[in-house]
């Protein structure tokens, strides 16, 4: 099922094929009259004592036929632009809810750069094919059958003429289907490499300056564009052979069918040679539309291949179900704010080891707890398991005394104001970035805003701008410097109004004063929210209730500033790799 092109169809477009189908037949029924009246018609201009009427008439309604059938032709391609465009549609929908769907493994195991294409250059191959192919898809075979009935009682000779010039045709596009299809597998997943080379070298362009690295980048870019160009030149180089056979069978036919046909016209007596004659001209023709169906494959053929891996890489995503499901809803809970892990150990997929191992605490409402250890300890894959970004491998992560797992997504990301590690900003303004999302109400006032902007220490930036909360934010906020991307974050996370706050390393893009501003905000405006921290400066989290000590993804310590650095030697290596023994000690 996975290269079925046309699953994707609604009600409505399969009706349209439909109709797209029956004007095809009724295509291919005209074309089959025109040989039978130009028949007629060199009867008649044989024949001694025929009218110019009676050619005329024939004529006409040979002129008629292919006038109709030019309509009808038309009529078809505007149904199957509508098809195409309307299956885009339909399936670009698909594609970016099942992304959204998706948890972290989905969308590492696919990776961003893969899933750009298969939601742009994917989706047009198929677009294409739909256009082209429906019309020669359905023609091709109808002609070709059509044609075959119309000449098989003919002469044998004739008929075994146009049979061989059949297998000819079917073995070039089987020899060229076999070698071209693995090239154009490949062909995406190089569209694929050259995307992310592309992405990644855009996303870091000051640093590939700053570096000089032009050069370096250019030389991976280049690569990359070879080893595609490459590719597209083996599959149209085996490609290119289709059309020459194609013309050289055409060309051969026509001239076998004129070669039996002068032997067979000196053989016969004379009363029978005029019947031959016009047999044999209408034999060239019905044959002639056979080879010229199989041609109409042709770009089948060439086009093919490709849109069949277009639509398995399309249909790979929008059958795949996310590993994080939606639980069966949770309609109360006893408390709030409430966080509590329970011999939780995580492992990411097809990972050798564990990176997290029976993690145990308990975070009560209201409560400051931070997460402090060395560089991939996994403090920020601990926090992750708390929005369910990925679920633990052992263990249970209990919100409000409940399994992260009973609640719906959408039910516990309400609960919660999450602000990433990296500083995660939308095209738009300050408004909808830091009103984004509706925690389940209709929205937020301009009220809302302006506080959560002020607790964030954010107020002074945003209302020094000309446009106030209407200053237009970049894409990525690379307008804004680190600081005031991490404090819009910030404001964003407690606009919601959550219960519970996330703070991944959410601080360190901050001066020291501004740190201790925004640290005393918060528990003056917040109180009565969970607040959990993950931070690497000691001066972050001196202050909090609770302190857990990552070490190798287990739990070294969990106590108090001045209680850690008498019992934990790890935090207390921390806190001297920053400050001094005095210093720390006078925290």
């Known amino acids: 099922m996975r290269f079925n092109i046309i699953r994707h169809f609604t009600k409505r477009e399969w009706l349209a094929t439909a109709g797209a189908v029956a004007l095809i037949g009724a295509s291919v029924w005209l ?69 959204e769907s998706f948890s972290m493994a989905e969308i590492n195991r696919f990776s961003t750069a893969s899933l750009i294409t298969r939601s742009t250059n994917d989706i047009t191959q198929v677009q294409t094919i739909i256009v082209f192919g429906l019309f020669v898809i359905v023609r ?6 059509l044609s075959i009935t119309k000449i098989a009682d003919k002469s044998a000779e004739w008929t075994f003429s146009a049979a061989v010039a059949v297998v000819l045709v079917v073995i070039v596009l089987g020899i060229c289907f076999i070698f071209a299809h693995p ?30 690295a032009e050069d370096y980048q250019k030389a991976k870019f280049e690569k990359a564009n070879e080893e595609i160009t490459s590719n597209n030149m083996k599959a149209h180089r085996i490609m290119s052979i289709m059309l020459p056979s194609m013309m050289l069978v055409m060309n051969g036919i026509s001239l076998v069918v004129y ?38 494959l042709n770009m089948i053929f060439i086009m093919g291949p490709r849109s069949l891996v277009a639509a398995k890489r399309i249909n790979e995503v929008i059958d795949t179900e996310s590993s994080v499901k939606d639980g069966k809803g949770v309609e109360h809970t006893d408390t709030q704010g409430e966080i509590e892990f329970k011999n939780v150990s995580f492992r990411y997929p097809d990972a050798a080891d564990n990176v997290l191992e029976n993690i145990t605490f308990t975070a009560k409402k209201g409560e400051t707890v931070a997460i402090i250890g060395s560089t991939g300890c996994g403090k920020s894959t601990m926090i992750n398991l708390i929005p369910r970004f990925y679920d633990a491998t052992e263990g249970e992560v209990l919100v409000d005394g409940v399994n992260v797992r009973e609640y719906t997504l959408e039910q516990l990301h309400n609960k919660i104001g999450y602000v990433p590690q990296r500083a995660v900003l939308l095209s738009g303004t300050v408004n909808t970035n830091v009103a984004m999302g509706s925690n389940g109400t209709e929205g937020y006032t301009q009220e809302d805003v302006s506080r959560a902007v002020e ?104 106590g108090k500033h ?6 934990c030697s790890i935090y207390h290596e921390i806190g001297l790799s920053q400050l001094g023994e005095e210093e720390l000690n006078n925290v």
Request: charged share 20%.
């Open 31 to 99: 074309e089959l009259l025109m040989p039978a009246y130009m028949k007629d018609i060199t009867s008649l201009l044989i024949i001694p004592g025929s009218q110019i009427s009676d050619i005329l008439w024939a004529g006409g309604k040979m002129l008629l036929c292919a006038l109709a059938s030019l309509l009808v032709s038309v009529l078809v391609t505007v149904i199957s632009g509508f098809l195409a465009a309307s299956y885009s549609f339909n399936v670009r929908a698909k594609l970016y809810d099942a992304v």
């Open 140 to 145: 091709a075979p109808l002609m070709a059958v």
């Open 183 to 212: 090239l154009f597998k490949r062909i995406q997943t190089l569209t694929d490499n050259i995307n992310r080379i592309t992405r990644e070298n855009l996303t870091g362009l000051r640093v590939v300056r700053a570096y000089n």
């Open 259 to 296: 070669w039996i046909g002068a032997y067979l016209i000196d053989g016969a007596p004379f009363e029978g040679k005029a019947e031959l004659f016009l047999d044999m001209t209408v034999f060239s023709q019905y044959a002639l539309m056979v080879i010229m169906a199989f041609m109409m």
């Open 455 to 558: 607790i964030a220490q954010a107020k002074n930036i945003v209302e020094n701008y000309p446009e106030g909360y209407e200053h237009p934010v970049a894409q990525g906020g690379s307008n804004l410097s680190g600081g005031q991307k991490q404090r819009l974050c910030i404001a964003r996370a407690i606009c919601r109004k959550p219960e519970i706050l996330i703070f991944d390393d959410s601080f360190s893009a901050l001066d020291y004063k501004t740190d201790r501003e925004l640290r005393d905000s918060l528990k003056k405006n917040t109180a009565g929210t969970t607040n959990i921290i993950v931070a690497q400066r000691i001066g972050t989290i001196k202050d909090a209730d609770k302190i857990i000590v990552l070490d190798e993804g287990r739990i070294a310590a969990i």
């Open 562 to 567: 001045k209680e850690l650095l008498k019992t």
